[in-house]
């Protein structure tokens, strides 16, 4: 691994909060996920690690030279490893900014947007919950147990297996606890047997997001969700979604683009129309709410 460009990281730095941004091939979506972030109340007070995989675009440097300018500390680390593919990537980040804060580590991938009280809205659920295993940001597209309603300040807590890898906050010790033992080269070898072997054949996938959940689901610790989303996922193209050869190169082009789309419901309805799950997925929230008290209202159907 090459770590180069900014701020040498020693080992008595202690944070009080990490940011990590896995980084591959989307520096369009990278920007706007950024602008996102810049408007974010007390972004300013967390260090950020972005994680660039094997086969990156360098278009992505730009991008983050712009962000950085001198408001925050951050790193770039190149990850040199080809095993696992996007998990080693993901996991070793997360395992680094365990390294580095005592306190909220967060994942936000390239092509999540989150909302002007996203970081004040994980900071004040984990001063209440101190036993959970994770806050998730955005709807829970993983259950139709929990009736939402549309309270601002409220959250609930879902006891039924529930991760998704869209606007994360874990606790340090909840990382070096549950995760770090599987951060192994017996996972990255082969992802697919590892998680057979060690928790049993589900369908749940078994790149990173996958192991998480099946993580979480033996930690039997519960998760919390807004009831009002604070992100989404607004990547309707990727390998497997949409052909970006018919995206222009030009990334100014590209994330006019993504503006035009990306916070419009009708508009990602339409792009999405053939694919049910997708247009879950990438269905828009309001990005400018804010809380006053949060307050847990846990409501099953």
């Not at 951050?74 to 900014?97: E, H």
């Amino acid at each position: 691994m090459i770590r180069i460009f900014l701020n040498i990281l020693n080992s008595y730095d202690i944070f009080m909060g990490i940011v990590v941004i896995p980084v591959f091939n989307r520096p369009e979506f990278l920007k706007i996920c950024l602008e996102c972030i810049e408007r974010a109340d007390n972004y300013k007070n967390y260090l950020y690690i972005f994680q660039l995989d094997w086969g990156y675009d360098k278009r992505n440097i730009d991008v983050i030279k712009e962000f950085l300018g001198e408001k925050v500390i951050s790193r770039i680390d190149f990850v040199r490893y080809k095993l696992g593919k996007q998990s080693y990537n993901v996991l070793y980040g997360l395992m680094l900014a365990a390294r580095y804060t005592d306190d909220l580590v967060f994942l936000i991938e390239d092509d999540v947007f989150v909302g002007k009280d996203f970081f004040t809205f994980n900071e004040d659920i984990h001063k209440i919950e101190k036993n959970i295993f994770c806050s998730i940001s955005s709807k829970n597209h993983n259950s139709e147990r929990y009736k939402v309603i549309d309270d601002k300040d409220a959250y609930y807590i879902s006891y039924d297996d529930s991760y998704q890898s869209i606007g994360v906050c874990f606790k340090r010790d909840v990382i070096k606890e549950y995760i770090f033992p599987h951060f192994r080269e017996e996972y990255f070898k082969d992802i697919s047997a590892y998680c057979d072997r060690h928790f049993g054949r589900i369908d749940w996938g078994t790149e990173q997001d996958g192991l998480i959940r099946r993580i979480l689901k033996d930690s039997k610790l519960p998760v919390a969700f807004p009831h009002v989303p604070r992100c989404y996922h607004a990547g309707w193209y990727s390998y497997h979604r949409m052909n970006r050869m018919h995206m222009p190169y030009d990334i100014s082009e590209r994330v006019n683009i993504i503006r035009d789309i990306a916070f419009d419901k009708h508009k990602m309805y339409e792009i999405n129309k053939y694919n049910k799950q997708y247009v879950r997925d990438s269905e828009p929230c309001d990005l400018n709410i804010s809380h006053e008290k949060l307050k847990n209202i846990t409501i099953k159907y």
